[in-house]
């Protein structure tokens, strides 16, 4: 089956570094990846949608400078938080869609700015 | 905006016993996806409806999409300490998914 390796998993990072985030569809092609917001007990939010090649499209409300996406290929998208701050900490998740594949999800990234 | 509204939001019930989780809007969706989430990890597919009408089974779980493709519900039977997580719809539309707020499901043993 489609499978989505999200790295890293945890990361804590110091106030005003950036950190990046992979997303990787390890054995199909990913025409469009999308990134998620997730804070605890909550639902995804969705933060932008990625078609390789393209810029992405951001969610009402999320900093596109804040929140960099690159989708360079057809198998990875990353997404860089810059100069992160306490209010950045949450969950982040990518899902990457493919033809009859449907959504296929990574498994996380815990974001914390100390 | 397509909108789910998905509920209860919070369920916590014995074991052994029988719940509905429901996830209603008044969009029409392309198709509409049921996944379980365990802390820390994303959500895994349990179940994708396309057909109005159309019912699924997964062991104890039975999900039916409504005929007009706008709504679902989620049946567990016989609820089990497993069943514990996080439940969420999401309908699929032009724009892609669209997630309900989730159900947090505890089952006590």
């Known amino acids: 089956g489609a499978v989505v390796s999200q790295h890293p998993s945890r990361v804590i990072c110091k106030s005003g570094t950036s950190v990046k985030i992979e997303c990787r569809s390890l054995?199909?092609?990913?025409?469009?990846m999308f990134w998620y917001r997730q804070f605890p007990k909550k639902s995804l939010m969705l933060m932008a949608t990625?078609?390789?090649?393209?810029?992405?499209?951001?969610e009402q409300g999320v900093e596109k400078d804040k929140f960099l996406i690159n989708h360079a290929s057809l198998t990875l998208s990353t997404l860089t938080v810059t100069s992160a701050h306490p209010e950045d900490s949450s969950f982040y998740i990518c899902?990457?869609?493919?033809?009859?594949?449907?959504?296929?999800f990574g498994s996380g990234t815990r974001l914390t700015v100390v | 905006t397509q909108l789910l509204e998905q509920s209860p939001q919070f369920l916590s019930i014995q074991e052994g016993e029988n719940l509905t989780v429901y996830c209603n809007s008044s969009?029409?969706?392309?198709?509409l996806q049921w996944y379980r989430q365990e802390p820390g990890e994303g959500p895994v597919l349990l179940v994708t409806?396309?057909?109005?009408?159309e019912v699924k089974k997964l062991k104890r779980l039975t999900f039916q999409f409504g005929d007009a493709r706008k709504d679902s519900s989620l049946h567990i039977t016989a609820a089990q300490p497993g069943d514990t997580g996080l439940y969420l719809c999401a309908g699929e539309g032009a724009d892609g998914l669209t997630f309900g707020k989730g159900t947090h499901l505890i089952i006590q043993p």
């Open positions: 054995d199909f092609q990913a025409t469009t």
């Open positions: 409806v396309v057909t109005g009408g």
């Open positions: 990625s078609n390789e090649g393209s810029k992405a499209t951001y």
């Open positions: 899902s990457a869609s493919f033809q009859n594949y449907g959504y296929t």
């Open positions: 969009s029409v969706f392309s198709s």
